[in-house]
């Protein structure tokens, strides 16, 4: 049973940064795609980045390129989003989510081919 439990979320000012963890647990083999989606109240659930477990391939949502960063540490089994120069506007749940490796690789991330969701984590930005 895979299992990804968010972490890290919380209040900020705008410009302030935040870094939310998810740990991943239950995957038998090494091949897949980690995510981290949000959703504001009232609007879609959107894809903000992702990357490969075996590859290291990033992608990232245009709203967010150049302040945040995803990563990961295979040794831990975490999944990473750093986020810098927060803007109100990216106040929202956010989730961890996995899927099949191919998900990846194809833009934009679509909530629809996601395998696993965490429970979420709240993050938002005041001005």
């Known amino acids: 049973q895979v299992q990804l439990v968010e972490s890290g979320g919380g209040s900020v000012q705008a410009g302030g940064s935040l870094r939310l963890s998810c740990a991943v647990s239950?995957?038998?083999?090494?091949?897949?795609?980690l995510a981290w989606f949000r959703q504001a109240p009232g609007k879609e659930r959107e894809g903000v980045a992702s990357i490969d477990t075996l590859g290291d391939t990033t992608s990232y949502a245009d709203s967010v390129k150049g302040r945040f960063t995803v990563s990961q540490d295979n040794a831990k089994n975490m999944l990473y989003l750093q986020m810098n120069s927060l803007k109100p506007e990216d106040t929202a749940m956010y989730f961890c989510?996995?899927?099949?490796?191919?998900?990846?690789?194809?833009?934009?991330?679509?909530?629809?081919?996601?395998?696993?969701w965490g429970q979420g984590t709240q993050v938002t930005v005041s001005s």
């Open positions: 989510a996995s899927a099949d490796a191919w998900v990846c690789f194809r833009s934009p991330l679509q909530p629809a081919v996601i395998s696993y």
């Open positions: 239950g995957y038998l083999y090494k091949n897949y795609c």
